[in-house]
């Protein structure tokens, strides 16, 4: 069964910093292109960066461009979002999913499956 486990999330202060992970269980992770999302309670769910399989080329959303990085390392199965200079708007749930259709990377929910439970970060003073 293939399953995501985010992990990582946190209460920090503006301007902190948290490492998100996406951990793959009964399927290889490298073999598929990965997407990081975020909801905040009342807001649609956002796409937030992806990052594709074969070359490893990473897209992000224009709010966190130079704040947040993804990364992947396949010898642990895990896909990381380092999330820095956090701001109270990033406030949400942060979730993993698999895209649905190869070589793509979208930052569109609909085109992504096997959603995670999702992990809570909260930024307040």
């Known amino acids: 069964q293939l399953q995501l486990v985010e992990s990582g999330g946190g209460y920090v202060q503006p301007g902190g910093s948290l490492r998100l992970s996406c951990a793959a269980s009964?399927?290889?992770?490298?073999?598929?292109?990965i997407g990081w999302f975020r909801q905040a309670p009342g807001n649609e769910r956002e796409g937030v960066s992806c990052v594709l399989r074969n070359n490893g080329n990473r897209y992000y959303a224009d709010s966190v461009k130079g704040r947040f990085t993804i990364s992947r390392d396949n010898a642990k199965n895990t896909v990381y979002l380092q999330v820095n200079n956090l701001k109270p708007e990033d406030t949400g749930s942060y979730y993993c999913?698999?895209?649905?259709?190869?070589?793509?990377?979208?930052?569109?929910?609909?085109?992504?499956?096997?959603w995670g439970q999702g992990t809570q970060v909260t930024v307040s003073s």
């Open positions: 999913a698999v895209h649905r259709y190869p070589n793509r990377c979208s930052l569109h929910p609909n085109d992504y499956l096997h």
């Open positions: 009964g399927f290889t992770l490298d073999y598929y292109d």
